[in-house]
């Protein structure tokens, strides 16, 4: 079983920036897949950003440019580094991640861009 973690939500301006991190209980290595979907109210959950099972990474287009997913092996962590936020980026984001065909959630994290 995986357990995630994530932190880095918060309040910011528009066309602030924020990092959002992900906290595996696994070493990540033994994930096939993982990375950020959000969800805004009353909108379906969609992906952000993910690092594909085979180690590619995929951008929704409406972050393109301007979302950045990485990892850092030896902490289990992968972020998501949030630059030029725009008020429709406002959600609760998951970090999700992929294990022996099972997908596993966070708890999620709040991000609010707004003046």
């Known amino acids: 079983q995986v357990q995630l973690v994530e932190s880095g939500g918060g309040l910011v301006q528009p066309g602030g920036s924020l990092r959002l991190s992900c906290t595996a209980s696994?070493?990540?290595?033994?994930?096939?897949?993982m990375g950020w979907h959000r969800q805004a109210p009353g909108k379906e959950r969609e992906l952000v950003a993910a690092?594909?099972?085979?180690?590619?990474?995929n951008y929704a287009d409406s972050v393109k440019g301007r979302f950045t997913i990485s990892r850092d092996n030896a902490k289990n962590t992968v972020y998501l580094q949030m630059n030029s936020l725009k008020p429709e980026d406002t959600a609760v984001y998951y970090c999700?991640?992929?294990?022996?065909?099972?997908?596993?959630w966070g708890q999620g994290t709040q991000v609010t861009v707004s003046s």
């Open positions: 690092f594909t099972s085979g180690g590619s990474t």
């Open positions: 999700n991640a992929i294990q022996w065909g099972r997908l596993y």
């Open positions: 696994v070493s990540i290595f033994r994930v096939s897949s």
